[in-house]
């Protein structure tokens, strides 16, 4: 009776492992370069962006199914709420959560509606579906071209 239950989590293991590998396109691991120094870093299902002076921008996890990659942001970097709201943040990585609580308090300060400031933070920051191919050392992603670094 061990054996077998032994036997049967090796199986869910494996089928578990073997579903992550296909989930994920390994063409996409590296870090990519776009022509003004914007980048991105994918590595097994989790993805990283930088400004183009190389602070980190927003993190999180992606899936890729028939050239299409989804990306769910799980992590925002507090300087980039700086930018994107002028307002001072912790320069430190902000779960998502937080970082949409902050945004949308920051925003309805500012005069904006609660909706307003919530279909903001999701047009930025939102899962998104982005079309993406791979040749060779050059990534088409959602119509932006980046070369592999």
Do not use: C
């Amino acid at each position: 009776m061990r054996k077998n239950a032994l036997a049967a989590t090796l199986a869910l293991a494996l089928a578990a492992t073997a579903a992550a590998q296909i989930a994920t396109d390994s063409e996409l691991n590296g870090a990519w370069v776009d022509e003004y120094g914007f980048a991105f870093a994918f590595r097994d299902g989790n993805w990283e962006f930088f400004n183009v002076d190389g602070t980190q921008f927003a993190k999180g996890t992606f899936t890729t199914d028939g050239g299409v990659v989804t990306v769910v942001v799980t992590h925002i970097h507090g300087n980039e709420l700086a930018l994107l709201i002028e307002l001072d943040f912790e320069p430190e990585w902000h779960e998502f959560d937080e970082a949409r609580a902050l945004y949308i308090n920051a925003l309805i300060a500012e005069g904006y509606s609660e909706e307003e400031a919530a279909l903001e933070f999701d047009h930025f920051f939102g899962p998104a579906d982005l079309p993406y191919y791979v040749s060779g050392d050059t990534l088409l992603l959602d119509g932006w071209t980046y070369a592999r670094m």
